[in-house]
């Protein structure tokens, strides 16, 4: 990765201060870097050491970036990575800003790499994304959403790039379209198992740890699947207390919701759904060429589920 981190450092230079400063703060606050290691996984695991396979991995990190600066100043976000946000830090101008200036510095690159193919994946992955933030927003305090709706939105906004950045790999390294497939599939497999259980985190984890405050997603009105599992188990009473809390934003209650998420089972049946999800992932993997690469990629999906940030 350190080379991706060049990468994406020179491509960080703007003539405007202040756009390189808001750039330079949320890239240096660290991150898993999982989309562009699952580029550089997909196409090692095929045989394949592009040249362009590190510009590509700093795109996908852009376009990660980017929704990030978005989605802060959408959800009023004051934390991330144990940090503040850049909104909190420069405000929501120059973090919508610099988003976009993200977002165009991606587009920039992609067309450097001059592959008609792996840009029509990017763009589109990208269009899927921000398609997937409205309908969060639509559901925003919506208790009624179903685990079928919740699925829709996490496999647009978050599964959606991980799908697309292991079938870039993919098409950088030629490969067949069994073997093409397997990596869309596996990263879109990993991606909706790692929002499950980020979902599953905001209830269980520690902020210290997570980077985040705990009940962020109450707070912003998501109803995800710990949620949505609690109140389809769940007492009249505890089904109607967790709706408030949904339709209020009203974190007062976050213990109780807590309590109640914990007792019905709902924990264990959204970690059921993640390792269905690690286990799709697992079985794609499994079907790629026996290498270094491809352990590292089976690694990604066994590991997942003991994440606690």
Same mark, same amino acid.
């Given at each position: 990765m350190? %080379? ?8 960080l230079?703007?003539d405007v ?5 808001v750039?330079?703060?949320i890239?240096s606050a660290?991150?898993k870097r ?10 090692g695991?095929?045989?394949c050491q592009s040249l362009?396979?590190h ?9 990660h ?6 989605d802060d100043?959408?959800?009023e ?7 503040p946000?850049?909104?909190e $830090?420069?405000?929501?101008p120059?973090?919508?800003?610099v988003g ?11 067309? %450097?790499?001059?592959?008609m193919q ?5 763009a @589109?992955?990208t @269009? ?10 639509m ?5 009624d959403?179903?685990?079928a709706?919740?699925? *829709?939105?996490?496999?647009s906004k978050?599964?959606?790039?991980? %799908?697309a950045?292991?079938r870039?790999?993919a098409?950088?390294a030629? $490969? &067949?379209?069994?073997?093409e497939?397997a ?11 790692? *929002?499950v ?15 985040k405050?705990l009940?962020?997603?109450l ?13 389809q ?13 949904i %339709?209020s934003?009203?974190? &007062?209650?976050?213990d109780?919701?807590i309590?109640?998420v ?9 970690r059921d759904a993640a390792a ?19 352990a590292c990629?089976?690694q990604?999906?066994t590991g ?6």
């Amino acid at each position: 990765m350190r %080379e991706v981190d060049r990468v994406i450092a020179k491509k960080l230079a703007s003539d405007v201060p202040l756009v390189a400063e808001v750039s330079q703060y949320i890239i240096s606050a660290g991150g898993k870097r999982l989309r562009p290691a699952l580029l550089l996984l997909s196409c090692g695991a095929l045989g394949c050491q592009s040249l362009e396979r590190h510009n590509l991995a700093a795109v996908v990190e852009f376009i990660h970036t980017a929704t990030l600066l978005h989605d802060d100043v959408v959800d009023e976000s004051i934390m991330r990575r144990g940090n503040p946000t850049a909104n909190e $830090a420069f405000g929501n101008p120059a973090s919508v800003l610099v988003g976009d200036f993200l977002y165009s510095r991606a587009f920039q690159m992609m067309v %450097e790499a001059g592959d008609m193919q792996i840009m029509r994946v990017l763009a @589109n992955a990208t @269009n899927i994304i921000a398609e997937g933030e409205v309908l969060q927003l639509m559901n925003m305090r919506n208790a009624d959403l179903d685990e079928a709706s919740y699925l *829709q939105v996490i496999r647009s906004k978050t599964a959606k790039l991980f %799908e697309a950045s292991a079938r870039v790999g993919a098409l950088l390294a030629g $490969a &067949s379209q069994a073997d093409e497939n397997a990596c869309a599939d596996y990263g879109q497999a990993l991606g909706t198992a790692f *929002q499950v259980i980020d979902d599953v985190l905001d209830y269980t984890g520690h902020a210290d740890v997570m980077g985040k405050n705990l009940g962020d997603d109450l707070r912003e009105g998501k109803t995800t699947l710990p949620l949505i599992s609690a109140m389809q188990r769940g007492t009249p009473a505890q089904c109607a207390l967790i709706r408030l809390a949904i %339709e209020s934003g009203d974190l &007062s209650k976050l213990d109780q919701v807590i309590g109640i998420v914990k007792s019905t089972g709902a924990l264990e049946v959204s970690r059921d759904a993640a390792a269905q999800e690690a286990g799709r992932a697992i079985a794609a993997a499994r079907s790629l060429p026996v290498n270094p690469y491809s352990a590292c990629l089976l690694q990604l999906a066994t590991g997942l589920l003991e994440r606690d940030h």
